[in-house]
């Protein structure tokens, strides 16, 4: 079946440092892969999507860039602020399998110290 | 503004309730879910449900128990079965495969 596996956390981080959380996926067919974060005690929200390979999402200084060769879609953001410190979640969706239904990573919990 | 919404925001159970947990989206998704999320962990998916009067059951559905009876609709109830009920849980929706997941702000069951 489907699986996302995120690099472990958590991740400390000073203000404006430059910010890598890895992702990689096994899935059936192609996927649709998304990043979502999470503010405590919240609910996800959707960061950025992209749903074909090479295709590069992108929001609030977040990008991630959907590499097919390597079944990867790491997350970067060049200057991290504090208001970053969050959970975030990689996740793909495919019609194929799991009946369309999403399958997430563990989460890699990000803190932005000032 | 379409969303989900869920409620309560709080909630409490005694040790041998039954408790319901609402869920309501306007978005006019098919598909719906309920995940449980313990601190520090990731999703694990309770039920789900791609039609109204139908459901699934996901990797943790015991103890659980759900409806559909609406579209707008998915109510879960924790029952006294669960043995380790006090979690936040969270709903969601999506129109269906290869579409993104829209999150409810969650409720935080605590058995007293």
């Known amino acids: 079946g489907d699986s996302v596996t995120q690099m472990e956390g958590p991740v400390t981080l000073s203000e404006e440092a430059f910010l890598t959380i890895n992702c990689t996926y096994t899935?059936?067919?192609?996927?649709?892969l998304f990043w979502y974060v999470q503010y405590p005690g919240e609910g996800l929200q959707l960061l950025l999507k992209?749903?074909?390979?090479?295709d590069k999402g992108s929001n609030k200084g977040f990008e991630a860039t959907y590499r097919k060769e390597t079944t990867s879609f790491h997350l970067e953001k060049g200057s991290v602020q504090v208001s970053d410190s969050a959970v975030y979640f990689c996740?793909?969706?495919?019609?194929?399998?799991?009946?369309?239904?999403?399958?997430f990573g563990d989460g890699t919990t990000l803190t932005v110290k000032p | 503004d379409g969303g989900i919404t869920q409620s309560p925001k709080y909630l409490f159970r005694k040790e041998g309730q039954n408790v319901t947990l609402s869920c309501e989206q306007n978005?006019?998704?098919?598909?719906m879910y309920w995940y449980r999320q313990d601190p520090g962990q990731g999703l694990r998916l309770i039920y789900y449900s791609q039609i109204v009067n139908d459901f699934q059951k996901g990797d943790i559905a015991e103890g659980y128990s759900v409806s559909r009876e609406k579209k707008e609709s998915f109510p879960l109830t924790v029952t006294s079965a669960q043995k380790n009920p006090t979690a936040f849980y969270l709903c969601?929706?999506?129109?269906?495969?290869?579409?993104?997941?829209?999150f409810g702000q969650g409720t935080r069951l605590t058995v007293v």
């Open positions: 969601a929706s999506q129109e269906g495969g290869y579409t993104e997941a829209f």
């Open positions: 899935a059936t067919g192609y996927p649709s």
């Open positions: 996740a793909l969706s495919s019609a194929r399998a799991n009946a369309g239904k999403s399958t």
């Open positions: 992209a749903t074909k390979a090479d």
């Open positions: 978005l006019n998704h098919d598909a």
